[in-house]
Structure formats: C-alpha cells, structure tokens
C-alpha cells in the first residue's frame, strides 16, 4: 500500500464510522498559541477538547502535518522525522477508549492486513493519583494481545499544563525473529499508534482536573506506518522518499546517516517554507534556518563546491505536492538560495575573524559570548570552523 492509500484508508475507514473529515491545519498554529509549529494532530483541537463545540460534530478524523523539533538529535534513525504527517480521530466526550481502540486494532488487523500475532501494546498502570486504564487492559486482553504496563510513558500531555490523560501505544515487531520481549525492553518493537483516554485538565500548580467532557484522542505516523506495511526498515525508505532517494545520492554521494539528514531536514525546509516561514534569528525561521544549515554544513564537510542550487528539480514540487501545498515551487527555491547565500557570507566572515591572533588557541565560553555577540557567529558554526 502506497502512503496515499494507507491514509485513503485510514479516513474512509473512520468516515464509515460516523466521523467527518476536517482539514488538516498548517505547520503554524492559530495566533497567540506559545508553541512555535503544529506539534501534533490534537494541537490544532486544544479549545474543542477542552468542551466548546466542534461545528462539524463529536467524530472527526484529519491528516495533519507536525513538526518536532524535540527530535531533531533522533533524526537519521528508523523512526523519526522533523516534518512527519500524523492520521489522528477525535472522540469529543462521545465514545471512550475501548471502542477507539476495538476500531484502531480492527483497522490494523484487517483494513492493514497486519499479523495480530506482531503486535504488543502498552497501558497505564496507575500512580498515586489517577487508577489504572483497565478498561484498555480488558479490551486488549479480550484479543489476546500482550499488554505492558508502565507509568510515565502511559501519560500523554502536550506540554506542562492543559488537556492529558492515559493512553495506550500499539507496538509493531520489526525484528527478524519471532516477536519477544516487551515495548519498553526491546526497541524493535516500534510504537505506531497512541490512543489518549484526554478527560484530565492539569493546572499549573500540577495538580489534575477533569475536562468537561471525557475525549479521546488518537494519532498514528504515516511514513512510520508506510514503511513498516511496506516491508522497509527505515522512514527513509517508504516511498515518499522514493525521489530523493534516487537523484540526490547520485550528486552527493554521502554516507547513510548524512544523507537521512539531508533528505529529512531538506523535506522538513521545503514544507515550512511552503506553510510561509522565511529564514530569520529567532522563533520559527530560526528553526527553518538551523534546518538549511545544517545541511549546508553536511554538504560542504567534504566537498565545499556542493551547493543547494543543484538540487533535483523535481524535489520541491514532489514534496509542496505531497503536503498539498500552493506555494511556487520557484519561491521555495529562491528562498533557500538566498538562504545559502547569508549562510556562505558569514562562513566567510567567520574564517576571517578566527584568524586573528586572539582565537588561535583553544576557544573559551567568553570567546564564544564574543563572536556570538559581536559577529554574529553561532557557537555550531564556530565549531565546525574550529573543531575543539
Ligand atoms: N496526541 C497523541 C500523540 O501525539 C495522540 O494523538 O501521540
């Protein structure tokens, strides 16, 4: 099944069970919100969760494009991506968790055709102040999956205050031999799916409230899912990276981890800059301008003539197409040029001033204050001027 297909199916799926589709929302949240990029499919949901009326119902299904930068150190291994898209359902205080998760495993077993017998989950199992999930544990049981229980991991929140709950991960083996172990003791079991029981608030002062109405809230990854029912060992290898992974090793013949970050952080580039973000110092275009140049400094590393105006045409359509966005492809193109241009300047200026005397030796935290400050060079890009 193409990605496509598997996210046709997903929304389909839940269509035939009462929800309505919503549009996914852009990378950018709503004005006021203090997080910088969508950082999951519920984001966008916050005040609907919290009990106003969704005018489209209480089931909703969408596709939703995130942006997590929290990974951006686990980029480059099977799972994770900077940019990613996320299939999520909705329950806004109508169904509860055993049918969300009844749908998600017959979804999985019989809409994705995978082997009952490769799947393991997790469940709350209780703290000192909220029970342990056992209407899951039951539902799961009832299907004879096995069924971990853990305490941190089992609590999703998306941030220190506001809407969380309990949830239950579904697992999928990746390995070679048959299933073994548990999710939290062998990392070849592979989280896919997080359906979150949402009816706690938590207030500031960390103490939990319950949300007006009891919700349940669910998100899948879709380039994780895809390469999993496609048989591949890595997001790198689904088939949305089918393109990159054809031309760009052929112009830039990196190593495996250099290119996942090229493909990842190029990707990640092109689509914030298609949602409207420009390159700048600080906030969302800092992300974007960490995103470019660091893979500037991958590219040039060992051939300081590789530049991004070589890159395949065909990249910036594919993915402004991919992520259905309107932006002229010939933009996005301008836009990391220019960017490449401010990045190379500075490279310059950079070489220039740890020249002088001063910084031959060793460089100390007031070195680093100083070109910061002073010439506006990074500590990273010192670093990789100047390894210590
Ligand atoms: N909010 C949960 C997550 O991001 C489920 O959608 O994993």
Redesign the pocket.
Known sequence: MSTDQIARTFVEYYEERGHRRITGSTLLPPPGDPVLFT????HPLTPYLEGRPHPLGRRLVNLQRCLRTTDLDEVGDRTHLTVFE?L?TWSLGDYEGPSSLEWGYGLLTEGFGVDPALLHVTVFGGDDRTGPDTASLELWQGHGVPVELTVEDNW?S?GPTGPCGP?SEIFLWTGDTPPRSTPTGDDRWVEVW???MMRHRRLADGSLVPLPQRNV???LGLERLASLLQGRTSVFECDVFDPWRRLVPVLWPLDEPSLRLVYDHLRSAVVVIGDGTLPAPTGRGYVLRRLIRRVLTVLRRDDPSRGLGDLPDELVPHTLDHFRQETDPDTVRRVLLEEEHRFDRLLERGRRVLARPRFRGPLGEEDFRYLHDTHGLPRDLVLSLRPQ
């Open positions: 950082t999951s499919g519920m996320m999520g999703w998306n949830d997080n359906h979150v809230d669910t998100g």
